[in-house]
């Protein structure tokens, strides 16, 4: 089970497109890139230090570096050392400060991920009854777990069909069998 220490920021909604957005402004993001098995990985701070993004290269929905965010490896020493050992096998935990911020219904499912052991899956149909969302609700939680804008640290991988099949992961698929496989869920 992760445990991460989830931060909030004040939240702005566009009454135009229904975004929800953190009240971080984006002077105030940092950023660095850290190599992976996975490819490079875009990891994203408010000005607390605590993740607002990690993504993948072609990352479905991923962020991409905006002129005004600050380039600064400092925030994110302790994200890079976590990452490190996860994919060394050292790590199965991550204990780092998270701040992404999405509607009220995004997080409860984003917290749900995090309670999903290491080396562990479940069904979409299993994170809305966790969430106590009606079995009607799958789509809408499988949305939000594709929202998921913490890829690796909130462990979305870990979220497979009701069939066992491996369905969507915004990072493709060829990186939720690695990861999956890392994990020991799939056999190499």
Not at 25 to 47: F, H, Q
Request: glycine fraction near 12%; charge should be neutral; aromatic fraction near 6%.
């Amino acid at each position: 089970m992760n445990t991460m220490t989830p931060t909030t920021a004040p939240l702005t909604t566009n009454t135009t497109t229904g975004t929800t957005t953190s009240g971080t402004a984006a002077a105030d993001t940092y950023w660095t890139r850290v190599e992976s098995p996975l490819g490079t990985l875009l990891l994203t701070a408010g000005p607390d230090g605590a993740l607002t993004s990690l993504s993948v290269p072609g990352q479905k929905g991923g962020r991409a570096v905006r002129d005004d965010w600050r380039q600064d490896p400092g925030p994110f020493r302790a994200a890079e050392e976590q990452l490190a050992a996860y994919f060394a096998g050292e790590l199965k935990d991550f204990r780092l400060p998270l701040s992404a911020a999405g509607t009220p219904f995004r997080e409860k499912v984003w917290a749900a991920l995090d309670d999903i052991p290491h080396g562990e899956t479940v069904s979409y149909g299993e994170i809305a009854a966790r969430i106590g969302a009606p079995r009607a609700a799958v789509r809408a939680v499988g949305g939000a777990i594709g929202a998921n804008p913490l890829l690796i640290v909130r462990p979305c991988h870990r979220v497979i069909g009701a069939d066992g099949s491996l369905t969507g992961y915004a990072g493709g698929l060829d990186r939720k069998i690695h990861l999956l496989t890392h994990e020991g869920v799939l056999r190499p």
